[in-house]
């Protein structure tokens, strides 16, 4: 099983600021890497495939890199609806398909 | 654009089993793979397994293997999540959603996802 590791736990970030979360595997998945949002009450929604792909509708500010086993996530200027939990999750090797265990982003 | 559709909240007692629909919205048949994944209250996400419902054969984690069964109907209009032997740590969020066990690694990923459904296991 490929473990996923993300941190920092929680970020503390003002409004505007810029953002990188991290996102590390056990052992490599390529570019086999998602990013999903979740906010409070509502079901994740996919930001990032493929390590790096925007999803349809997702803004720029929002962006992907990495590969093998260390990835980011940056928000480039942080909006209000931003702050939120961020997951990563490999799909290079399953079952099972695992995720990591989040990056609360909160306001400074 | 699909939209997947879940069953209402449960409440169980220890020891029963659930069962959580999934069907895409319109009644459409389900020609892409549907994944499980769950969350505990404040916990993070666990993936459970995830059917091809053209193909029937299911795939599962090994912590759900002889627990849970994910199925489609005749149809292949909805899916269904059925874990038995419920424990009071199975209380969380379960959720559908279109991705997960393509034949292709490299589509994996999950989008979109169902509204979620809250099972609550308690005596």
């Known amino acids: 099983e490929i473990l996923m590791t993300q941190s920092p736990a929680t970020l503390s970030v003002s409004p505007g600021e810029r953002a990188t979360l991290s996102c590390r595997a056990s052992?490599?998945?390529?570019?086999?890497l998602a990013w999903y949002q979740q906010k409070p009450g509502q079901a994740p929604r996919l930001l990032i495939y493929?390590?790096?792909t925007r999803a349809t509708g997702i803004p720029a500010r929002f962006s992907g890199s990495g590969s093998g086993t260390e990835f980011t996530l940056t928000i480039s200027s942080l909006q209000s609806e931003d702050f939120a939990v961020y997951y990563c999750?490999?799909?290079?090797?399953?079952?099972?398909?695992?995720f990591g265990g989040g990056t609360k982003v909160e306001i400074k | 654009q699909v939209q997947l559709v879940q069953s209402g909240a449960e409440v169980k007692k220890p020891g029963s089993s659930v069962k959580v629909s999934c069907r895409a919205s319109?009644?459409?048949?389900?020609?892409?793979?549907i994944g499980w994944v769950r969350q505990a209250p404040g916990q993070g996400l666990e993936w459970m397994g995830g059917?091809?419902?053209?193909?029937?054969?299911?795939n599962y984690a090994q912590k759900f293997q002889g627990r849970v069964t994910i199925a489609a109907d005749e149809s292949r209009t909805t899916v269904y999540m059925e874990l038995s032997s419920l424990r009071s740590d199975d209380t969380a969020v379960y959720y559908c959603?279109?991705?997960?066990?393509?034949?292709?690694?490299?589509?994996?990923?999950?989008?979109?996802w169902g509204q979620g459904t809250l099972v609550t296991v308690s005596s």
């Open positions: 493929g390590a790096s």
């Open positions: 319109g009644g459409t048949r389900i020609t892409y793979p």
């Open positions: 999750q490999q799909y290079y090797n399953w079952p099972p398909l695992t």
């Open positions: 959603t279109r991705g997960g066990v393509a034949a292709d690694a490299a589509d994996n990923w999950f989008h979109p």
């Open positions: 059917i091809m419902p053209f193909f029937g054969s299911a």
């Open positions: 052992q490599t998945v390529s570019s086999n």
